[in-house]
């Protein structure tokens, strides 16, 4: 079914919007949270809570491309169970690459840097920039948390080009974030 | 965690500000996402059921018949049985008593409510006998309600003849079960219908063309008064896929679609009681008010408060109860240790109220006090 169409349903309050999102993104969501929590029986409770945040949200929310909406949907509610986790020291099986995020900012950079330089604006000021292929390869790790395995093989590239590839990126980001470098 | 390590938890969160053009162009690389993806589905999170339901007192549900039939309320009970042995229940919780609370009943088939509308609005009423020629083929009926302040449990039967539904469980099933999709509706005063439950009906039983259902709904959006619908969509099983790799998915195979409804009449039977706090109850200075209902611990705010305040409560506040023999039994939320005793089994939060879902309905005379987050409540 079109996303258009799900969307009028959530409108219309018709809950055959939510078996049409699960049927739809299910596998989507689940792969995306199991690669964020590590684990499938938190990934569905994420799911779940995705659904129920969708009824919620739409309306009055219209989203105008579906499938990233509830992707986003999804990740921010994956994250918010793993800083809960995190902070009960309960995540220790957790495989998201904080170290790569770390190799992201700069030195000295803190939580209050990130709101100074307005990090969202400037991460998509920054993928705006970036060829699509690198864009897409970046996103697949640190949107979805993709395996580089996975991503090599969805983009028909070698491993070995992808790492180079994430390592390029996570460089310029960190310039672009230093004001080192502001044209890719 | 030190402060990089924070700024780069912090960073890797704001990547979910990405922009849905750059979302949805990374994600048409992922192999066949759509549908299913690497992950394939399992059925339903049970907890969705309990979270689309807000937080609202609702009043229980009636079928215009008088009871005619038994079985429907010992079907429940082995239903909740299932639940407490999955969710590891403590034996010394105290159970509510199902078969003394519920209501056994035998509504007319489906067709015979959508055909006769007008039975069920008329202050008086006679119980529509049923019998073999009414409950015809592919027909659904209810047998009992077990109802709440805040949940709504039926069972229901479903003539399969017709439908094609195979006598054993289809090939790849490993858990025994069919399952229906069903919803309950408040009817508004324009005959505008408004989801308030999801269901899983589970098969409990199955006799010739006959097959028992059992449908739990822990929490339900808002009260129910005057019209209510439940409607029945697909029946399906969990189907198994071993793939090359040796690696399983889960899928959800459906057999058929009832494409069935009853309409109900609100308020005829009484919900079990509820007990409530005789004072305010602050906690983490936030005030309020307490229910302790069968199925839920609900906490009522004086006023609407940041979701992110509340959800926090609700998922790291242990819940205390303490019975009257002086036993006490707890639960965190949040507290995903492998195989633990469970009292919650979900819930909601909403901007003025939190709703603490138990893992079965409990017996609230035989409870003498209840703490959350270490702050005593009274009882009355």
């Avoid at chain 1, 996103?139 to 790492?163: G, H, N, Q, T």
């Avoid at chain 2, 500000?17 to 299913?36: H, L, N, P, V, Y």
């Avoid at chain 2, 399969?160 to 009817?187: C, H, Q, R, V, W």
């Avoid at chain 2, 989801?195 to 006799?207: E, L, P, Q, T, Y």
């Amino acid at each position: 079914m079109e996303d258009e169409k799900i969307v009028g349903m959530f409108f219309e309050r018709d809950e055959q919007a939510l078996c049409e999102t699960e049927k739809k993104y299910r596998g989507l969501c689940l792969g995306i949270a199991k690669n964020i929590l590590n684990s499938l029986s938190d990934a569905e409770e994420c799911f779940s809570d995705t659904l129920m945040a969708l009824w919620n949200a739409i309306p009055p929310e219209r989203p105008s491309d579906l499938k990233a909406y509830v992707c986003r949907v999804e990740r921010n509610i994956a994250m918010t169970r793993l800083d809960y986790l995190t902070a009960q020291k309960r995540a220790r099986q957790c495989e998201v690459p904080i170290g790569e995020f770390e190799e992201i900012l700069p030195d000295g950079f803190t939580e209050e840097a990130l709101r100074r330089v307005e990090f969202e604006a400037t991460l998509n000021g920054f993928l705006e920039k970036l060829a699509p292929e690198q864009r897409k390869v970046f996103l697949r790790r640190y949107f979805f948390f993709d395996p580089v395995a996975e991503i090599a093989e969805d983009m028909k590239m070698s491993e070995s080009k992808v790492k180079s590839m994430l390592f390029r990126t996570r460089k310029k980001l960190r310039s672009y974030l230093t004001g080192k470098e502001h044209g890719l | 965690m030190n402060d990089k390590e924070r700024a780069a938890f912090e960073a890797m969160k704001l990547f979910g500000k990405t922009e849905e053009r750059f979302i949805s162009e990374a994600a048409s690389t992922k192999a066949a996402c759509s549908d299913g993806g690497r992950e394939r589905s399992t059925m339903k999170g049970k907890k969705f059921l309990t979270g689309l339901a807000a937080a609202a007192v609702i009043t229980a549900l009636a079928c215009s018949a008088a009871a005619l039939t038994v079985g429907g309320l010992a079907s429940m009970r082995e239903r909740y049985n299932e639940l407490e042995t999955e969710l590891n229940v403590p034996d010394e919780l105290p159970r509510a008593d199902i078969e003394k609370n519920g209501v056994e009943i035998t509504s007319p088939a489906a067709d015979e409510y959508a055909k006769n509308s007008d039975d069920f609005t008329e202050d008086e009423h006679e119980p529509v006998p049923v019998n073999e020629d009414e409950f015809g083929p592919g027909e659904v009926r209810l047998t009992s309600v077990v109802a709440t302040n805040h949940s709504f449990d039926f069972t229901m039967e479903l003539n399969t003849e017709g439908l094609g539904i195979p006598d054993g469980m289809p090939e790849g099933n490993k858990d025994g079960s069919y399952y229906i999709d069903a919803f309950l509706y408040l009817l508004g005063d324009d005959g505008e219908r408004k989801v308030v439950a999801i269901f899983d009906c589970k098969n409990m039983a199955r006799d010739g063309n006959i097959m028992t259902f059992a449908a739990n709904s822990t929490g339900l959006a808002e009260a129910a008064s005057g019209g209510c619908v439940i409607t029945f969509g697909d029946i399906w099983f969990i189907k198994y896929t071993e793939n090359e790799d040796g690696e399983f998915s889960k899928d959800r195979e459906v057999v058929a679609n009832i494409g069935r409804e009853i309409e109900l009449n609100a308020d005829e039977f009484p919900p079990m009681e509820s007990r409530y706090s005789t004072e305010n109850a602050t906690i983490r200075e936030i005030s309020f008010s307490v229910e302790l209902c069968p199925s839920s611990l609900i906490l009522t705010a004086d006023e609407n408060h940041e979701l992110d305040e509340l959800m926090d409560i609700f998922n790291t506040s242990r819940l205390e109860l303490t019975l009257k023999d002086g036993t006490v039994l707890s639960d965190m939320r949040a507290d995903f240790t492998p195989g633990k005793q469970r009292l919650i089994s979900g819930g909601a939060v909403g901007e003025d109220r939190i709703r603490f879902d138990f893992a079965t309905l409990v017996d609230v005379d035989e409870i003498e006090s209840v703490r959350v987050d270490g702050v005593e409540i009274a009882l009355g």
